[in-house]
């Protein structure tokens, strides 16, 4: 494993940290900025709301810069925002910190994708996404518990203060471990032809959406999130309404899914080398028997905890592959990567508003998991009519994989 993927799954777990941990800390937050719990929740919403513009707007700023210094400058952006969080005398700096923080997470996963996988050879480089969001999943496991923890010790600002040090380690990590110069616009060839080079211009950032491809995955993207965060955002009634669990037992249950969501990462990204369209409608069409499933047994506490396991594993086996899948057709656009997370945040604002009117159309609370796997159910669709359409060749801009890094790029690694 190269020294700077390592580096990179470390920024993944502290912006991982600082999206999931507020969760376990509004009670206190609300507390202390004498603030009622809805505008405590905008917390959480205007950051989910900053990084669907922060990826897009960022990325295409940035567009023209060497990628690991637009790296470097986006984690200390996020140091910054949770510097201002640790620090807030008021709830309106407060929410400015969490906005601050959010600009960066989705150039971040996008520029940082494109990192990731020009420091491995190319057979390798879902794998190589795979690690780098290893720190994304295992911050979704902790990230809830280990707000409530220190903020119950230390009081809420120490969990910022944390991951604030955490920032400055990966800061340290990616300047001293990430080559210069790794994913930028260098020749290179694969096998059957020269390589195109990855576009920098906005204008040619742009270009790379006339692809159909890359809509096909963005949508499937967009639907896969939609359905899996639809079921996931009331997971919580299903257990206790349903399951006959108790409201201290959600907790723990909770990191069984985030468990999956670890298992499914690295699963999936190392399926994804193999086959990648396949993994990917084999995860997908998973995703949507598993929500199904568990629709039907919710009341069953044995197989309730057995399929949100699953449904972590298969709603995270296709994230390495779409990645890789999108930026491939997008000739290795960093503004494509970005889109495709936009297209994640975006599928989960539309499953939870979903799960949301179902529920209170008195459908009752497994039917969050039934319309999560419709919308699922429609990825499978939209990837399986891209795979078939990659394999004839009927995208009129189909474009080859992204070539490894030259021979000055691997010998500085």
């Not at 996008?110 to 999943?137: D, Q």
């Not at 629709?295 to 994230?319: E, T, Y």
Request: aromatic content about 8%; proline content about 5%.
């Amino acid at each position: 494993m190269p020294p700077g993927l390592v580096a990179l799954a470390l920024g993944g777990f502290g912006i991982g940290l600082t999206e999931f941990l507020i969760a376990g800390l509004l009670p206190q937050v609300a507390s202390s900025f004498s603030v009622s719990e809805a505008a405590a929740g905008w917390l959480i919403s205007g950051y989910a709301l900053s990084v669907a513009v922060g990826a897009i707007a960022l990325t295409a700023a940035t567009a023209r810069l060497p990628r690991k210094e637009v790296l470097v400058g986006l984690v200390a952006l996020f140091v910054i925002g949770n510097l201002l969080s640790a620090l807030a005398p008021n709830y309106q700096m407060m929410l400015l910190g969490r906005i601050v923080a959010a600009l960066c997470h989705g150039s971040f996963f996008g520029i940082g994708s494109l990192v990731a996988r020009s420091l491995v050879a190319p057979e390798r480089k879902s794998r190589a996404v795979a690690v780098m969001f290893a720190g994304l999943t295992v911050a979704n496991v902790l990230g809830v518990p280990f707000g409530a923890l220190v903020g119950e010790r230390w009081g809420w600002r120490a969990a910022f203060w944390a991951v604030t040090v955490i920032g400055v380690l990966a800061l340290a990590g990616i300047v001293a471990l990430v080559p210069s110069g790794v994913g930028e616009r260098q020749p290179g060839t694969v096998t059957g032809g020269p390589q195109p080079l990855p576009p920098s211009g906005l204008r040619a950032q742009f270009r790379a959406f006339r692809s159909w491809q890359v809509w096909l995955t963005l949508t499937a993207t967009a639907l896969s999130y939609g359905g899996m965060f639809g079921a996931f955002s009331y997971i919580a009634y299903t257990f206790t309404e349903v399951g006959g669990f108790s409201s201290a037992d959600v907790a723990w249950l909770l990191m069984v899914y985030g468990v999956g969501l670890v298992v499914g990462n690295l699963v999936g990204g190392r399926a994804a080398d193999r086959d990648r369209d396949r993994a990917l409608v084999l995860a997908l069409l998973g995703l949507a028997i598993t929500l199904t499933v568990f629709g039907l047994l919710a009341d069953n506490a044995v197989a309730s905890v057995i399929l949100v396991f699953l449904m972590g594993v298969f709603g995270f086996a296709s994230v390495p592959g779409m990645i890789t899948r999108v930026t491939d057709f997008a000739h290795g656009a960093a503004l494509a990567a970005s889109a495709n997370v936009s297209a994640s945040n975006i599928g989960n604002a539309l499953g939870a508003w979903l799960g949301g009117r179902a529920i209170t159309a008195g459908l009752g609370y497994t039917a969050p998991l039934h319309v999560g796997a419709a919308v699922v159910l429609i990825s499978v669709v939209v990837m399986a009519v891209a795979a078939r359409q990659a394999r004839s060749g009927a995208d009129p801009d189909q474009a080859p994989r992204i070539a490894s890094p030259p021979d000055d790029v691997t010998a500085a690694r």
